[in-house]
Nanobody
Framework: VQLQASGGGLVQTGGSLRLSCETSGGTFHHFHMDWFRQGPGKEREFVSA????????YYADSVKGRFTISRDNAKNTMYLQMNNLKPEDTAVYYC?????????????????WGKGTQVTVSS
């Protein structure tokens, strides 16, 4: 299973970006999907998760109300719409897939990881 994250870039404070995570080599609709991020000098942290069918979503408190996670199982792709971006959102964003029965916020529950995409928010 391969995951490919894309959509990162440089944006000013208050701007928006949409990240995508395309998967291949597996049955996408069998995976719960997550976004994690790792800022400069920080540990990797949970951002958001979405269940197999998209009905259940979780968000970190720091992004709630600004970020929206979604998925399109027909396209084997997950998205993260990020609005009202702040400098503290600057990080490498990673997508990950879990095969557990329920979505998880824990990185150690993830089975597959993609390479990250850099998001930089300038002040």
């Amino acid at each position: 299973v391969q995951l490919q994250a894309s959509g990162g870039g440089l944006v000013q404070t208050g701007g928006s970006l949409r990240l995508s995570c395309e998967t291949s080599g597996g049955t996408f609709h069998h995976f719960h999907m997550d976004w994690f991020r790792q800022g400069p000098g920080k540990e990797r942290e949970f951002v958001s998760a979405v269940s197999w069918g998209g009905a259940v979503t979780y968000y970190a408190d720091s992004v709630k109300g600004r970020f929206t996670i979604s998925r399109d199982n027909a396209k084997n792709t997950m998205y993260l719409q990020m609005n009202n971006l702040k400098p503290e959102d600057t990080a490498v964003y990673y997508c990950a897939a879990s095969t557990l029965p329920t979505p998880s916020r824990n990185d150690f529950d993830m089975t597959y990881w993609g390479k990250g995409t850099q998001v930089t928010v300038s002040s």
